[in-house]
């Protein structure tokens, strides 16, 4: 493995352990990025000489650390902190800290806590999050949002700033007062596990990093409001576990695509179905939450032997249910495929193009992607071709261009009479 392919993993694996160990040092979240971004520059020229280090991350975190010292150092404002951490200790070599029983030993679920302060707007609180643990970049950010980079870059500075002057501490909070942060602390898990599923760049469809940390961000959650965890957070873990569960028959052996109705089932992983379904009941019973509906959706699919055993009747039934809760033209979108699959494409498509009339959408290459599949169903293949062309352009993960592409080919082929 070259130097250049070490840190690409090192970053795409541990981003966000990384920034949040260096904001547990450093208490400062532009400086622990930018320190952070630093020491990756730093090693890409230094392990191409000297090696890949056995532990590149402690590596990282070390210069980083050493990259944000120097900073300070050069700020006089701050030269009574770094005496601070020169006198607690805090620039000793990397380790696992020591956390006090009382508090839990997670630098990443203390990121989210701190991102999901109740003094930020909720928006904030997910992008940030997006941000530092996940490492995702502004732009996109600001595309899974459905609004202009600008205004998500001011939104990411706003709430940075926010911590910052109201010394929102870096803690996760006293069981009490956890029950105010909990929705947006499974939001932003759900979201890094969302990115871990279908990842927003590169080759990889998925990122099976992020999937494992959101399953056991949300286990944490759940051990910390023991006897009894909230029903969204146990609906939560099974709604990703049943997601999480498809993982290997999602790509074929060259990492492309391979959409649900023609998935191997039998690559299916059995036994986190059957820890997620009972889940499901029990999340259920503190009644339909947004992520109980989901959770009993994804059980829908998962209970089916086979494609064709789908109960799509049901599953449009509960999407029903989940606009309600939660309505969103992402949630209009997949109720429109599954009324497609219930009662044939030409329904669907009637749902998607007064989807698309409002242009609530039209950067989001799924809705695109979804009228091309209804509309070659139908054998209507000149404007399934339009479609897919603009699900392309939009499109930004490489498996899913591939797919995109292959079928356009299709389309283009039954065009021609090949």
Not at 29 to 57: C, H, I, K, M, N
Not at 133 to 156: D, Y
Not at 223 to 234: D, F, H, N, V
Not at 313 to 325: E, G
Request: hydrophobic share 45%.
């Amino acid at each position: 493995m070259t130097a250049t392919e070490a840190v690409e993993q090192v970053y795409r694996a541990d981003w966000g352990r990384i920034v949040a160990a260096l904001i547990s040092l450093v208490g400062d979240f532009d400086l622990a990025e930018e320190s952070t971004q630093e020491a990756f520059s730093a090693a890409v020229d230094q392990w191409r000489d000297a090696g890949v280090p056995d532990f590149p991350r402690a590596w990282i975190i070390q210069t980083a650390k050493h990259k944000a010292i120097d900073r300070i150092r050069r700020r006089k404002r701050f030269e009574e902190k770094v005496d601070l951490y020169l006198k607690d200790g805090s620039t000793r070599t990397v380790e696992q800290p020591d956390y006090d029983t009382s508090e839990i030993p997670d630098d990443r679920l203390r990121l989210i806590f701190t991102c999901c302060h109740p003094a930020l707007a909720a928006e904030s609180q997910v992008a940030l999050t997006l941000r530092t643990l996940c490492g995702l970049e502004t732009e996109e950010i600001a595309r899974a949002f459905l609004v202009p980079v600008p205004t998500m870059a001011q939104r990411l500075v706003r709430a940075k700033h926010k911590i910052r002057d109201a010394g929102i501490p870096y803690i996760v909070p006293e069981t009490k007062d956890m029950p105010e942060r909990l929705d947006a602390v499974l939001t932003v898990i759900y979201l890094v596990f969302n990115e871990g599923y279908a990842a927003t760049r590169g080759a990889p469809l998925m990122r099976g990093d992020l999937c494992a940390e959101a399953i056991r961000l949300v286990r944490l959650v759940r051990s910390l409001m023991q006897p009894q965890p909230p029903p969204e957070a146990t609906a939560l873990l099974a709604l990703m576990l049943l997601h999480d569960a498809r993982r290997e028959a999602r790509v074929d052996d060259a990492g492309d695509l391979v959409v649900l109705e023609e998935q191997d089932r039998s690559l299916w992983n059995r036994g986190q179905i059957s820890e997620a379904l009972p889940l499901v009941t029990d999340g259920l019973r503190g009644g339909p939450g947004v992520f109980a509906v989901q959770a009993a959706i994804a059980a829908v699919h998962c209970r089916a032997a086979r494609a064709e055993d789908t109960d799509w009747a049901q599953i449009v039934n509960l999407y029903d249910m989940l606009q309600q809760l939660q309505p969103s033209p992402i949630v209009q979108l997949n109720r429109a495929v599954a009324v497609a699959m219930a009662q044939g494409p030409r329904t669907g498509l009637q749902l998607i193009d007064g989807l698309a009339a409002s242009n609530d959408l039209e950067d989001y290459h799924l809705l695109h992607a979804a009228r091309a599949d209804f509309l070659r169903r139908m054998a209507d293949f000149p404007e399934a071709e339009k479609s897919y062309q603009r699900a392309l352009e939009l499109a930004t993960n490489e498996s899913e261009r591939r797919y995109l592409q292959r079928r356009l080919k299709e389309v283009r082929g039954q065009e021609s009479g090949a």
